[in-house]
């Protein structure tokens, strides 16, 4: 185990290092310039600019100049957001995203393997239709139409909850994001259990089980329901990663200061060095999310060895 996790990590640094490189040169092949502004500046302060921020060395020196700071924990100044590093900017806004992915995908989790299990259990049954239907609907829905349906009808039309805003976190700022966030994952995860578990219930350690006189409640949380999730992990390791990174169009509409709007912002902006520091981020999340599924994929299967 300890091996495979080295390997691994060993892997993992080459490929940060390539993402960091893509990411660096496409920022900088991109027309404009972070400086561009409605009121042109003149040569000499551009070039002071410039100068302050390194930007006016040769391109491979720029490059390895910011490699050389992203090995010291070093992701540097905003170009932006006067006196801010990318590192403040990510501490201050990471938590909104992170409170939210982790809250949608726990729910997300809960509900949706419970109603995959239920319409395998009852297949072909008006549970399972059911169930398939309200799926089909959540991933063919995009979020920038649930946003507002569910803005409309719960916040506006009957009161219950905010419009909008943050608030420190309170939980009736939550709700709405959160479910906006959470119903997508909910489709896709119930889909993905409907398929596993119906497969393993045909397997024929399930037929021995049954044929043992095990309930059939036993039967699916002891041995059907670990083998059906095993399609479900690889699945939650890139999602997570999706979640957890923030979202633009739930926080755009609930005026939410989380890292999506932040991105997008930063990227019209020509903000290179938080763009920079976000794709870091989202990257390095993929990488250890993937090998923990991977990790959670050998618990959950005993063939599976990791040496």
């Not at 989790?109 to 309200?134: C, F, W």
């Not at 989202?282 to 990791?306: F, S």
Request: with cysteine.
């Amino acid at each position: 185990m300890l091996r495979y996790i080295g390997r691994r990590l060993l892997i993992a640094i080459p490929t940060l290092f390539l993402v960091v490189t893509a990411a660096f040169f496409m920022m900088r092949a991109a027309p404009g310039s972070p400086f561009d502004m409605d009121r042109k500046l003149s040569p000499a302060i551009e070039r002071n600019i410039r100068e302050r921020y390194g930007m006016n060395k040769p391109l491979p020196e720029q490059y390895l100049d910011y490699v050389g700071g992203v090995l010291k924990g070093d992701l540097g100044p905003s170009l932006k957001y006067q006196d801010k590093t990318v590192l403040q900017i990510l501490k201050e806004n990471y938590p909104v995203s992170l409170k939210l992915g982790l809250s949608a995908i726990v729910i997300a989790a809960l509900v949706g393997i419970s109603l995959g299990v239920i319409a395998a259990l009852r297949q072909n049954r008006a549970a399972d239709h059911t169930v398939m239907t309200l799926a089909i609907l959540g991933v063919c829905i995009p979020t920038f139409v649930t946003a507002p349906l569910l803005v409309l009808a719960l916040a506006s039309k009957l009161g219950w909850l905010p419009t909008a805003g943050w608030n420190n976190g309170a939980l009736p700022n939550l709700v709405l994001p959160v479910t906006v966030l959470a119903l997508p994952q909910i489709a896709i995860i119930s889909r993905l259990t409907r398929a596993g578990m119906i497969e393993v219930l045909r397997s024929n350690y399930v037929r021995t089980a049954r044929a043992k006189g095990l309930s059939e409640g036993r039967i699916v949380v002891r041995h059907a329901l670990r083998a059906a999730l095993l399609p479900l992990v690889s699945y939650l390791g890139p999602a997570c990663a999706g979640l957890l990174t923030g979202s633009l169009v739930v926080e755009r509409i609930f005026n939410l200061p989380g890292l999506g709007k932040f991105f997008v912002i930063s990227a019209l902006q020509r903000d290179y060095t938080v763009v920079m520091g976000m794709v870091i981020l989202y990257a390095g999340l993929i990488l250890t999310l993937n090998l923990a599924a991977d990790l959670l994929y050998a618990v959950l299967d005993p063939r599976v060895r990791l040496g």
